[in-house]
């Protein structure tokens, strides 16, 4: 899928389920729409979406002149 995060060996992207979720479907019509899926998967999407915006803590350069 040209380098994009996906739910597991299907080809469907974590992006996909993320923008379901967001607009407010319920799991049960994912699932309905995507039946390989399992709802750990959507968790799964969740969490790795969570993980990808997380901010990271980074290390302060002093220059010295």
Do not use: N, Q, W
């Not at 974590?14 to 049960?28: K, L, N, Q």
């Amino acid at each position: 899928m040209d380098g994009l995060p996906c739910i597991r060996h299907l080809r469907i992207p974590v992006a996909t389920i993320v923008g379901m979720v967001s607009e407010g479907m319920p799991e049960d019509e994912i699932l309905k729409a995507y039946p390989d899926l399992e709802r750990e998967d959507i968790r799964e999407a969740l969490r790795f979406a969570a993980e990808a915006v997380r901010e990271r803590e980074l290390p302060i350069i002093s220059r010295s002149s």
